[in-house]
């Protein structure tokens, strides 16, 4: 199945760039061109991308808030958003995970990562490396949240496996990682996680790494 990809940057010739390099990659075709936060939204919703590749300084409605608005539209639950960012590791894209990103990439990326990650998150898994998600959540998880994440993350719905499960998936640890970590298979680890997601109401992998670290589930190390 072919993987379409919406980008939406202001800079012409970065927009060019990453068309050539996405439409080269096999089983995968850019929809899609926008220069605005609010042709983004329109346009996701005009195309039904796959994944969004958001870049978040954009003139007037910036990226963070056109995901915020992909994220909440019930018609485009389909639509994963992966941020383009300069900064690795900023406060803009722990915003941005908050609205509901699905992870990030940064814009000097190699050509074969900017590929697999947006086959990443086309698969509905987060891209978020554990390093990084580390680094982001150590920084900036006592701060107030602006914009009203849940503060209170209703653990007691999960078993004592999927807590298990979320509290590695907040480690970064993947399906197989986790399935060995458990004496379980991928597939078991899997169906636990689709079943914590649902009863946490997160949108997917990457928000359970967010909710797993606010309720205190996992605490960042050091």
Known sequence: ???RVL???DQRLILAGFRVLIDSGAGMEVVGEATTGTEAVAMARETRADVVLMDISMPGVDGIEATRRITADPDLAGVRVLILTTFEIDENVLRALRAGASGFLSKGVEPADLIEGIRTVARGEALLSPVATQALITQFLDQPDPEGAAAAVPLDQLTDRER???ALVGAGLSNDEIAQR???SPLTAKTHISRATIKLDARDRAQLVMLAYRSGLI???G
């Open 182 to 184: 458990l004496f379980i």
């Open 164 to 166: 298990e499960v979320v």
């Open 1 to 3: 199945m072919t993987v």
């Open 7 to 9: 980008l939406a940057d």
């Open 219 to 221: 605490r960042p190390a």
